[in-house]
């Protein structure tokens, strides 16, 4: 199975970003699936995670109100909304299903 992050980039304080993980293989519905960012210098965080009825299993308490996590089972996708972002957003994020990682996409919130 593999994972492809699409989506990030450049963005102003305030600004959005819809991220979107892309996993190929048949397992997907039945997996719950993670986000995940690191920033410079500091440790991996999860962001969010959602299960496979769509129902929020994680989310990190300070981006609450700001991201929102979904799925699209029949296309294999993962999403993670991103809104009114601030500087220290900026961080590389991946995509989880269990042992399995994307490549990462890079978000980058700078004025």
């Known amino acids: 199975v593999q994972l492809v992050e699409s989506g990030g980039g450049l963005v102003h304080p305030g600004g959005s970003l819809r991220l979107s993980c892309a996993a190929s293989?048949?397992?997907?519905?039945?997996?719950?699936m993670r986000w995940y960012r690191q920033a410079p210098g500091a440790e991996l965080e999860l962001v969010a995670g959602i299960n496979s009825e769509g129902i929020i299993t994680n989310f990190a308490d300070s981006l609450k109100g700001r991201f929102t996590i979904s799925r699209d089972n029949a296309k294999n996708m993962v999403y993670l909304q991103m809104n009114n972002l601030k500087f220290e957003d900026t961080a590389v994020y991946y995509c989880?299903?269990?042992?399995?990682w994307g490549q990462g996409t890079q978000v980058t919130v700078s004025a």
């Open positions: 293989g048949s397992t997907f519905s039945s997996y719950v």
């Open positions: 989880n299903k269990g042992i399995e």
